[in-house]
């Protein structure tokens, strides 16, 4: 884990049904950085109903928000530092 830059919190289980979805958040994210298609991922990964499917595709959408907003302050601080 370290160098790893920013810590991705996802909820271990799916809050619909319940599922462990948790453990494969790490799988899914590299395989989806990597240029795997996300649908193809999450069959793989026997995510089949749409609840679980949505627990991690959701989270990439707001771990790409967290990361534009780091950055953001990353260059407010380098522009006005207090
Ligand atoms: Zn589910």
Redesign the pocket.
Known sequence: MKGEGVKIIIPVR?F????LVGDKWEDFNRRVKAGEDAKKVLDSLGLK?Y??RR?LLSHVGIADEILKFHEEKGRRKQIKPF
């Open positions: 799916c619909t049904c319940g599922k109903r609840c679980c627990m």
